[in-house]
């Protein structure tokens, strides 16, 4: 069965960091673009980052330039996404994400998010 | 970036209703929109990818169309499983970015 189970999530303060894991089960994880997408409490969809398979190439919202780092371990099949410098407005619930018919080796351009974690929820908050 | 606007924001149906969600890009992205159906608690689920193909295990009630700008998301016979939030994304070029949400509730 395909599987993502994200971790790591909390609460923070203002100004701190976290570091939230995605292990992923059931799929060659090393041949997919991975992303993570953020879900403000009774919000819409806002989409956070995005890695190659091989993590050769990544891309950022503006949001979180700066800020977010994104990385993968192939050999653990685990996705993760380091968080500094965190903001009230970075409260959500954070899902990890397959990404699918990626277009080239960046992923510039594919088909959509066809499997997806529960999510992992982080509260930034004094 | 491309913004991507649903409407309606919200709408009330009744079972065996046919519903239809637009959304509209402020720039031609082919075929690269895809439809995702989220039930609250819940993570969103891949209906539709690219325009109009539908992934393996979602009802053939539902169906999309349209290229360009201009794409619509269909469900010819709503079913009470059906009540939840759709969203539409545009994966035609990175910032990847999502619609709004269409809240499809029970009349």
């Known amino acids: 069965e395909v599987q993502l189970l994200e971790s790591g999530g909390g609460l923070v303060q203002p100004g701190g960091s976290l570091r939230l894991s995605c292990a992923a089960s059931?799929?060659?994880?090393?041949?997919?673009?991975m992303s993570w997408v953020r879900q403000a409490p009774g919000k819409g969809l806002e989409w956070v980052s995005i890695?190659?398979?091989?993590?050769?190439?990544?891309y950022y919202a503006d949001s979180v330039k700066g800020r977010f780092t994104i990385s993968r371990d192939n050999s653990k099949n685990t996705l993760y996404l380091q968080m500094n410098n965190l903001r009230a407005e970075d409260t959500a619930l954070y899902y990890c994400?397959?990404?699918?018919?990626?277009?080239?080796?960046?992923?510039?351009?594919?088909?959509?998010?066809?499997?997806w974690g529960q999510g992992t929820t982080v509260t930034v908050s004094s | 970036d491309i913004q991507m606007t649903q409407s309606p924001s919200s709408l009330s149906a009744s079972v065996g209703d046919r519903v239809t969600i637009t959304c509209r890009a402020s720039?031609?992205?082919?075929?690269?929109l895809n439809w995702y159906q989220q039930k609250p608690g819940k993570a969103p689920k891949l209906l539709i990818s690219?325009?109009?193909t539908l992934l393996s295990g979602v009802p053939s009630r539902f169906s999309g169309s349209g290229s360009g700008t201009d794409f619509t998301l269909t469900i010819s016979s709503l079913q009470p499983e059906d009540f939840a939030t759709y969203y539409c994304?545009?994966?035609?070029?990175?910032?990847?970015?999502f619609g709004g949400g269409t809240k499809v509730e029970i009349k």
């Open positions: 690219i325009a109009y």
């Open positions: 720039q031609s992205i082919s075929s690269y």
């Open positions: 994400a397959k990404v699918s018919g990626c277009s080239g080796a960046n992923c510039y351009r594919h088909h959509g998010m066809d499997v």
């Open positions: 059931g799929f060659s994880f090393s041949s997919y673009a």
């Open positions: 890695m190659s398979g091989s993590g050769g190439s990544t």
């Open positions: 994304q545009q994966s035609y070029s990175t910032p990847t970015t």
